[in-house]
């Protein structure tokens, strides 16, 4: 596991470089997805953990512009990549990087167990900031260097979540409170829904895309990486114990 995490921070700093090395407008990069603080406490008095990524700006203020589609649909994300391993969050035992990801995407909806903006309609909230688990692998395909790990439909090696939104790909939709205050973003995870309290993580914001007709490209990959935390992905931060 150590020489994967190794390789997917190589590829996705390559990915950065050669984002850097382009003329490619950068549509949401400012000050709101501009890392200044992350952070996970535990409390144990809640018996829950609190993760929290603060930004120069607006926390969840801006958010993607729909493209009317699920092909190319613009993902924005707020992510704690984690040493937590697979299995801790519902999925089976498999190689790649275990990810928080905090996320808006206008053009669809992920998430059909719940009901972010309370309307009573299930299936019109993907703009809403909502968590996902994911498990990420290198791809350079995409110029941030990263996807979504994806596998066959019907592969019986897999396990998913029961809250998972039914994509061919490691992503659970679990449904946890995330609340946007000024320059944080936050996220509630009660501790019977983790397998672990006592992990080390990053923050990371990114720009992803959907795609669902080229063949030769990830379903969700990453294109543009805003701001990290730790400057290396290297993942240093502990979680306090509250």
């Known amino acids: 596991m150590k020489t994967t995490t190794s390789l997917i921070i190589a590829l996705f700093f390559a990915g950065i470089s050669a984002i850097a090395c382009t003329d490619k407008k950068e549509t949401y990069k400012n000050d709101d997805f501009a890392i200044t603080k992350v952070a996970v406490t535990h409390h144990t008095d809640l018996q829950m953990t609190v993760w929290e990524i603060t930004v120069k700006g ?19 994300a707020y992510v704690f990549p984690t040493t937590l391993k697979p299995t801790d969050v519902g999925f089976n035992d498999t190689e790649g990087i275990v990810a928080l990801g905090l996320t808006s995407h206008p053009d669809f909806d992920d998430t059909p167990l719940w009901d972010e903006n309370k309307d009573k309609i299930f299936d019109n909230d993907g703009i809403i900031w909502h968590p996902h688990w994911v498990v990420l692998v290198p791809d350079d395909r995409v110029e941030g260097g990263l996807a979504v790990k994806q596998f066959k439909k019907g592969d019986t090696s897999v396990t998913l979540p029961p809250t998972n939104p039914g994509m061919p790909m490691y992503m659970d939709s679990p449904g946890y409170q995330v609340v946007t205050t000024g320059t944080t973003i936050k996220v509630l995870i009660p501790d019977y829904r983790i397998g672990s309290t006592n992990f080390s993580y990053d923050g990371v914001t990114s720009f992803m895309k959907v795609n669902t007709s080229k063949e030769d490209t990830p379903m969700l990959g990453v294109y543009e990486v805003y701001s990290v935390a730790s400057g290396d992905l290297s993942l240093p931060y502990k979680v306090k114990q509250n």
Request: no cysteine.
């Open 58 to 76: 607006k926390a969840g203020h801006t958010t993607p512009i729909p493209v009317g589609q699920l092909d190319g649909a613009p993902v924005l």
